[in-house]
């Protein structure tokens, strides 16, 4: 078994005598039940005290022993590597694909490594489409081509085509006169298989974290739309707006919160449409392959690639993936950081705390106050991060606030600092200085910051 493994026990975290005792263990559950609100616990009872390469991968602490069976089982089927039909095991990936399992995306249940400069696009999604809207109201596919690039290809099958990525450095100055640059990406489709029409609006993707999700699956649509301010009727500059998108397994068009553009509704759909898209295998959910309609499609009628019980195996995976407690949070300087963070207007939209609603059916998440920083919701995030591509209700220029709960682990976990919705930000403060439209004050506080207080600021996040 892996060090990931709920058995398995994990480095102890050098975080507050108060909260962390000596004993090597991942999880408290004395300190969980009598301090069940402490800001240390981001993610409620279902907080593990790891801070090493593992900090992502954790089952839920407060979890019964058969449903923990079920997390195994869908941790097995994550990593599950597919392979072209016919074969004993896995079979049915492709005809065209982007990757082979979940986990080569979302590597250690973290964050997507950006390609390099020059670099094809193997470990980032290409969404794609064209003007217009399809059947549900959602993006209108490419002829020819779907709704996202697939770059692999099973043995004699051609792939859809290749994306290659260049950045352009620019200058920039804090108004202390303290230097920074920013990386402006540009991509370029080539190698197509066939035609690639001029007018595709096209949006890189890289992989998301899914630790956590369970418990913001658990928040209700009435709290989420309840932080909604469409119109900005406050009139504070903010106007957090709601997505609606189409639920498959439901039929109807509900609230969407996964997704760079909230544009998914449920851990369910986004775990069949990855299998679908990303690697080209279908589910009860999404039967038909991406190829269909193309010279690539295979024509065969299938049973399901996948079948259900290890569909919802892989949901309840990730589901029940626990978020890592906070390091330091009592450290003077990460609560300076902290104010600094309220003060700019980045807890506007990075909405510190969330309670879950009350689940008799899974207790696991039920009533937990959380500690996400994210609202669920759409924000304007201006020209310089716009995708220029519509999805459902989300304009071009509309992103998803991040969660944070986290984001201080991911070099530790992911061997990188990529951030934003396409890794372009090399390190945090560079991802808050690309904060444009409704982000565009809090950004131009922080530029306004002396060097210790933005010093400050970044401890603070790297303390979530």
């Not at 263990?25 to 090493?52: F, H, I, M, R």
């Not at 920074?180 to 066939?194: E, G, M, S």
């Not at 993936?321 to 990460?334: E, F, K, Q, T």
């Not at 807890?347 to 879950?356: E, K, L, V, Y």
Request: hydrophobic share 40%.
């Amino acid at each position: 078994m892996k060090i990931k493994r709920t058995y398995k026990v994990c480095l102890l975290i050098a975080a507050s005598v108060a909260v962390i005792h000596t004993a090597c263990k991942k999880y408290d559950a004395d300190y969980a039940k009598t301090n069940p609100d402490s800001e240390w616990l981001s993610g409620g009872l279902q907080t593990v005290y790891d801070q090493s390469s593992a900090a992502f991968s954790h089952a839920f602490p407060v979890l019964s022993e058969n449903l923990e069976r079920v997390h195994e089982i869908g941790d097995v089927q994550f990593e599950a590597t597919f392979v072209s039909a016919p074969a004993p095991v896995n079979p049915g990936r492709g005809p065209i694909f982007n990757n082979v399992s979940c986990s080569s995306c979302h590597i250690a249940d973290g964050r997507g490594k950006v390609p390099g400069s020059g670099d094809t696009s193997v470990l980032m999604l290409f969404r794609i489409s064209i003007a217009g809207e399809n059947a549900h109201g959602g993006p209108n596919p490419v002829p020819g081509f779907g709704d996202q690039i697939q770059n692999r290809s099973t043995l004699g099958i051609a792939k859809e085509a290749d994306v290659t990525i260049a950045y352009t450095e620019q200058a920039f100055a804090f108004d202390d006169g303290t230097p920074y640059k920013l990386r402006f990406p540009a991509y370029t489709v080539t190698n197509t298989y066939t035609a690639f029409p001029g007018d595709v609006m096209l949006s890189p993707r890289v992989a998301a974290p899914v630790f956590g999700l369970g418990l913001l699956e658990a928040v209700s649509d009435a709290d989420v739309l309840a932080k909604a301010d469409e119109n900005d009727a406050n009139a504070d500059g903010i106007s957090g707006k709601p997505n609606f998108v189409w639920n498959a397994v439901t039929k109807t068009t509900t609230l969407g919160r996964f997704g760079w553009k909230a544009n998914q509704p449920s851990l369910l759909q986004q775990v069949a449409a990855a299998y679908n898209g990303d690697i080209g295998v279908t589910t009860s959910i999404f039967p038909v392959e991406s190829s269909f309609g193309q010279p690539q499609y295979d024509n065969r009628d299938d049973d399901y690639e996948l079948s259900d019980s290890l569909l919802h195996a892989v949901e309840f995976y990730v589901k029940t993936l626990a978020v890592p407690v906070r390091r330091n949070a009592d450290n003077p300087v990460v609560k300076n950081g902290k104010q600094l963070f309220i003060n700019a207007g980045c807890a506007s939209c990075h909405i510190p705390d969330m309670r879950t609603s009350v689940n008799v059916a899974f207790p696991a998440v039920s009533n937990q106050l959380i500690h996400p920083y994210t609202d669920l919701l759409l924000h304007d995030m201006g020209d310089d991060l716009a995708d220029n591509r519509p999805d459902f209700k989300a304009t071009g220029k509309e992103w998803r606030t991040a969660p944070l709960w986290g984001i201080g682990l991911t070099q530790k976990v992911n061997g990188h600092n990529n951030f934003l919705h396409d890794g372009r930000a090399r390190s945090l403060l560079e991802a808050i200085m690309w904060h444009g439209g409704e982000a565009a004050t809090a950004k131009n506080k922080v530029k306004a910051m002396s060097a210790d207080e933005r010093s400050s600021l970044i401890k603070f996040l790297e303390s979530l």
